[in-house]
């Protein structure tokens, strides 16, 4: 192993600890647990969603499907970043105002039920669990690759960092790494592709006429179709990306890390600029690994094409290149994992323990230990799923977790922001209808069954025929809180007036 | 920062009854859903457009096809609505402002 490589990892990991002594120093409330007292300012909170946001999945896997997949790779980035515009006009200014820690806070401001709460919870606790798992498998097998050390030691090297950041520095220190690792990853980026555009003189014409002869697709590399042929299954796929952002819990608890609405805004506009800015390079370093690297060569690395970026990396710019852009790897996936405990954490001590077992009652005292312990569960939990999950398909993960918050999560907190009938019979059905349709139909999809060997969970033939069930259950996910608000008699308006208020104007009390 | 379920001190079905208040709500959804509508109907414009036709496979500039400057114009386009939300937004908080003056601190509430 270079001695670089190894510098530079732990010049990241040092850095990190140190941002955790000092948040851990800062830490003495829940709220400061959570949501780092609600004291990030826009441009920080920003930085921090575009961190949370671009995971070792969208770093390293777009980057490979672009250099496989050509324009299908580009699919991802294009529906990854419209997904703001939903966050943006619907979503993100009346969840800072209604909620506190947690998307079950929010729907508890117009619903009392312990039922919807848990609901809610059970819903952020599945999709966290898929999405951690995901992270971390991707994270096993990319240390295990730059190291050559055993996937079980990768996974536990990233596990412990992750809960020695959450339970020591909570989201003042999550936050922070967040931040410090969204701006080496942008450095990472926009230096890889300036030295990609630099070997064309700067013409991206040149870069397209170069790469429609530099992959063994010719010229359909640059045209849709190569990877996703299925028509439905691509819008599907389009509609779990554009609309599962806006429930994902970590990104959703990101709102309230800010004091207000007006903040809540600036921090989504920030984070939209970073994002596309980043997706737009995305572009540049696909089609530089294609070209300098060559599709063989990542593939012989990684089968799902996850070493791209790094093999471009030393490629371009040697062993020193190659061991900055490992260890920013590295870091966005400690740093994801961090804000992703956090979120399961706050489901479980915030939602299950303090409200609706200690009925809200419980001291700051016993809730700082609660979410302390939850966060040792989480961690320890996902570890060990994590352990044996080595071989599942971390994309199909990713893609289900995105599925499950499009299709539970964003009906319920479309209605009950907008929707006046809307009832607690019908937020329960909401949640539980979106949550099993998908993952009922996605145990029954070509992911979990193919007639091939190896190629998915079980052999057989899928009963249901999309990968991505977005297309079916997101409608269902709308459909349940339909019926069940229709079913049911109960109808607060009072509450909903008051609801209505608070999500527009702000809390004012 | 206040518990929302405590001390309901403010009237809030009577600001959302107000002429005010109804009239901020229309103007916003007169904003919102068109601007929503719009900017789905672009994006699922473009899978449609690539599973469906073909259209968009021919050359815009040199090598660089259609369906890469379709791409690029829904980076455009959300950078346009980002910016032009603020702007709306910006104008909408000086409308809250005059709601919270004239409603609730008129209706006893500091």
Redesign the interface.
């Known amino acids: 192993m270079d001695p670089i490589v190894v510098f530079l990892f732990i010049a990241i990991v040092i850095l990190t600890l140190v941002i955790t002594y000092f948040a851990a120093k800062n830490t003495k409330s829940t709220g400061d647990f959570y949501t780092a007292g ?1 004291g990030l300012t826009g441009w920080q909170n920003g930085l921090a969603i575009a961190g949370d946001y671009l995971s070792a999945a969208s770093f390293l896997g777009i980057a490979g499907a672009i250099a496989l997949n050509g ?1 299908d790779g ?2 991802y980035s ?2 990854f ?2 997904a ?3 966050v ?3 979503v993100a ?1 009346p969840l800072r105002n ?1 909620g ?1 820690y947690t998307l079950a806070d929010m729907i508890h ?1 117009r619903f009392d039920s312990k039922k919807v709460r848990g609901a809610a919870a059970l819903s952020t606790i599945t999709i966290v669990l898929f999405y951690m798992i995901a992270q971390l498998v991707g994270a096993g097998a990319l240390i295990q690759l730059l190291f050559h050390i055993d996937y079980w030691i990768a996974v536990l090297i990233v596990g412990v960092m992750m809960t020695i950041y959450v339970l020591f520095g909570g989201m003042i220190a999550t936050s922070w790494v967040q931040i410090t690792k969204a701006v080496l990853l942008m450095a990472g980026m926009v230096i890889m592709a300036f030295l990609v555009l630099w070997k064309f003189d700067f013409n ?2 040149a870069m ?2 170069e790469v ?1 002869t530099a992959t063994s697709h010719g010229a359909a590399y ?4 190569l990877k ?1 042929d299925d ?1 439905l299954g ?2 599907s796929l ?1 509609i779990a990306l ?1 609309l599962g952002t806006a429930g994902l819990p970590h990104i959703l608890m990101r709102f309230f890390t800010v004091k207000d609405a ?1 903040t809540a ?2 921090s ?2 920030t984070a ?2 970073t994002i ?1 800015i980043f ?2 390079l995305t572009l540049f370093l696909g089609f530089g690994a294609a070209i300098y690297v060559g599709q063989n060569e990542i593939l012989a690395a990684n089968s799902g094409g996850n070493m791209a970026a790094p093999l471009l990396a030393e490629a371009l710019g040697g062993n020193i290149l190659f061991a900055f852009i490992s260890a920013v790897a590295f870091a966005t996936i400690l740093a994801v994992v961090a804000g992703l405990v956090l979120s399961g954490a706050s489901a479980f001590a915030h939602d299950i323990y303090g409200q609706i077992i200690k009925k809200g009652k419980a001291t700051d005292r016993e809730q700082m230990l609660a979410a302390r312990y939850a966060s040792l569960a989480v961690s320890v939990l996902s570890i060990i799923l994590a352990l044996g999950a080595q071989s599942l398909n971390v994309a199909f993960l990713v893609s289900l977790a995105f599925c499950i918050a499009a299709s539970a999560n964003l009906p319920v907190i479309l209605y009950t922001i907008y929707w006046k009938r809307f009832n607690t019979t019908g937020a329960i059905s909401a949640v539980l209808f979106g949550l099993i349709s998908a993952l009922v139909l996605v145990s029954m999809s070509p992911s979990v069954f193919s007639p091939e060997a190896g190629a998915a969970l079980f052999v057989g033939n899928p009963i249901f025929p999309l990968e991505n069930p977005a297309l079916v259950s997101v409608p269902l996910g709308f459909l349940g809180g339909y019926l069940g608000t229709i079913y049911s008699k109960e109808q607060d308006l ?1 509450r909903y ?2 609801v ?3 999500a ?6 | 920062m206040a518990d929302l379920h405590k001390n309901n001190k403010v009237d809030y079905e009577s600001i959302a009854e107000s002429e005010q208040f109804k009239h901020f709500m229309k103007e916003k959804r007169r904003f919102t859903v068109p601007m929503t509508v719009f900017f789905l109907i672009f994006y699922f414009l473009l899978p449609i457009c690539t599973s469906y036709t073909t259209f968009l496979n021919t050359p815009a500039f040199g090598d660089i096809s259609w369906v890469w400057i379709f791409a690029v114009a829904q980076f455009v386009m959300t950078w346009v609505l980002c910016t032009i939300y603020v702007r709306k937004a910006n104008s909408f908080d000086e409308k809250v402002e005059a709601i919270i003056h004239d409603q609730i601190k008129k209706g006893g509430k500091a």
């Open positions: 609600g324009f580009f699919f294009i529906g970043l419209i703001y515009l939903v943006l006009f619907l200014e209604l506190k401001s991206i014409a397209f006429t429609k640059l045209e849709p179709g996703y028509p691509t819008i389009m554009v007006k805004r600036s989504v506009i939209t600029w596309g997706y737009i009072k007036a008051e209505k208020v608070k527009h104007i702000g809390n004012r009390e």
